[in-house]
């Protein structure tokens, strides 16, 4: 397709369950950006990858939070033991320059 | 860290009016990049500011960065039901590349 796709839309977990999360980018596009949306609140960076690197991940709010980009295209956000703070939207986003276009988000949902 | 302040939180205006929103920050900012986002989507890029003094239009909407390039205004001129919403300013910084957002600005138009 021609935007950023993501899967699942919705996720309901139970607390203490892993979950994985996937962003297509728009194809070509060299930086991958992860954020995070709580209710009622803008976005908020988690992590960004320029092609399979992750140049930044100082927004990961603990260490049960793992993303990665193998190949460079699809990545894959990893939130391991859940916790009801966990909670929120979200979002992914591609670019190939300043501009970021974003997916529609998967709203995680942890009981 | 970085902040944004978006004012107004809300607005309810009569379809047909003028409408102004703005951003501020107490860090310098390179790039502004304007967002529209609807219940259960991603954010929808609008304008996007690369220079400071910068007035960029695309249709009714209008947006400026900032001289001192730590704010930005975006103005929506004769308001439709569409235009229903919550928009949101980020900010580029002169490091790294990830997007600081403000909280938004919810837009509910009365027709």
């Known amino acids: 397709g021609a935007g950023v796709s993501q899967s699942p839309r919705y996720k309901v977990a139970k607390r203490g369950q892993d979950v994985a999360l996937r962003c297509d980018p728009i194809?070509?596009?060299?930086?991958l950006f992860w954020y995070q949306q709580a209710l009622g609140q803008g976005p908020e960076f988690l992590t960004y990858?320029?092609?399979?690197?992750?140049?930044?991940k100082s927004g990961l709010p603990s260490d049960r939070f793992f993303a990665e980009r193998p190949e460079g295209s699809v990545s894959t956000l990893k939130i391991q033991r859940t916790q009801q703070e966990d909670s929120a939207v979200y979002l992914c986003?591609?670019?190939?320059?300043?501009?970021?276009?974003f997916g529609p988000g998967t709203r995680l949902t942890v009981l | 860290g970085q902040q944004l302040n978006q004012s107004p939180q809300s607005m309810f205006i009569q379809e047909g009016e003028d409408v102004s929103m703005n951003c501020t920050s107490s860090?310098?900012?390179?790039?502004w990049l304007w967002y529209k986002q609807d219940p259960g989507e991603g954010p929808v890029l609008l304008i996007a500011?690369?220079?400071?003094?910068e007035l960029t239009s695309n249709g009714r909407l209008t947006a400026q960065f900032g001289i001192t390039r730590k704010d930005s205004f975006l103005n929506i001129s004769a308001s439709i039901p569409s235009d229903v919403g919550i928009y949101f300013c980020?900010?580029?910084?002169?490091?790294?590349?990830?997007?600081?957002f403000g909280a938004g600005t919810i837009l509910r138009v009365k027709s």
């Open positions: 986003a591609s670019s190939s320059g300043a501009e970021q276009f």
């Open positions: 860090s310098i900012f390179n790039t």
């Open positions: 980020a900010g580029r910084g002169e490091y790294g590349n990830k997007l600081v």
């Open positions: 500011l690369y220079k400071a003094g």
């Open positions: 194809s070509g596009h060299v930086s």
């Open positions: 990858f320029q092609n399979e690197a992750q140049l930044d």
